[in-house]
């Protein structure tokens, strides 16, 4: 009986320590950002958080698809997700594309250029839609980039700060997939700078903890309700609603999933996950096959 109850105690010990350890590096990460801001003008992920407590936040409790709390179980680890996993995603891609530059396509660049701002918008945004929706397939669908991703889907709690987490292994290689090929087609970080701006909002709002079905933009754009399917723990229906914003992708290639007649829930995947945000970013190298 007393080694239960010093095993008790160990166990809570443990806890409080992961707690406080998770607590010091969020710390330190919006002690980081908030100097960037001050000293060079870099909102970094500050202004999205803001933007999720001030907007999504209030909207999730007057509107919730599943009855959660705020607080829930795992936040303050999608937290750190939230300010450093995309720091650490980021670096190799920051370092790495100013040396891709040359690659550009002049002729490309020029002929853009030479369009209507309106049609250069739609341009790229077609292309990288195209180029996510096969990146967050084949992250599916081979094992080896599945062990990464399956960090995203682990979340058994879907809100605003959920689809913040992820690997940053997986974050770097969707940005390279993605960026490589529209440098290639001659556009520049800038335009790259802002689908990555419009990526992150959209982001946060189709996980968020929202029941509004928006049935005006059924087929036409991804919803909420949409990429809730795809994070069910049904792998044959997760391994669905690829798509970014544009479900016409799904539509081609044979992966659209949107039910009438019932709505998603049963989030995660079904092998374990550490709740310690270390422990998600070494769990991939430690299993075999995670699918």
Not at 110 to 130: G, K, N, R, T
């Amino acid at each position: 009986m007393q080694n239960l109850h010093s095993a008790g105690r160990n166990k809570k010990s443990n806890h409080r320590h992961g707690v406080i350890a998770h607590l010091m590096l969020l710390f330190l990460a919006i002690a980081y950002y908030t100097y960037l801001q001050i000293s060079e003008g870099q909102e970094g992920p500050l202004s999205f958080l803001v933007l999720g407590l001030f907007i999504l936040v209030p909207l999730e409790r007057l509107m919730p698809r599943h009855a959660q709390r705020i607080l829930r179980r795992g936040l303050h680890v999608d937290l750190l997700h939230a300010v450093l996993t995309g720091l650490l995603a980021y670096l190799p891609v920051m370092l790495v594309f100013p040396f891709l530059e040359p690659i550009r396509s002049q002729p490309l660049a020029a002929s853009i250029a030479e369009l209507p701002v309106i049609s250069q918008i739609a341009l790229a945004f077609l292309a990288q839609e195209f180029l996510i929706y096969w990146g967050h397939r084949f992250s599916h669908e081979i094992p080896i980039l599945w062990r990464f991703h399956s960090v995203h889907h682990s979340s058994e709690k879907l809100d605003w700060l959920a689809g913040e987490r992820r690997h940053p292994v997986d974050g770097a290689l969707m940005a390279f997939f993605v960026g490589i090929p529209l440098l290639f087609l001659g556009f520049d970080l800038i335009d790259l700078l802002w689908l990555g701006v419009f990526n992150s909002l959209w982001d946060m709002t189709i996980h968020a903890n929202l029941r509004w079905r928006l049935r005006f933009m059924k087929g036409l754009w991804v919803t909420t309700e949409y990429h809730h399917w795809h994070h069910v723990a049904d792998k044959e229906i997760r391994n669905r609603n690829y798509a970014g914003a544009l479900p016409v992708f799904d539509w081609l290639f044979g992966t659209y999933y949107l039910p009438k007649d019932k709505l998603p829930e049963g989030y995660g995947i079904d092998t374990p996950m550490p709740n310690s945000y270390l422990g998600q970013l070494t769990q991939p190298f430690r299993l075999v096959d995670r699918r």
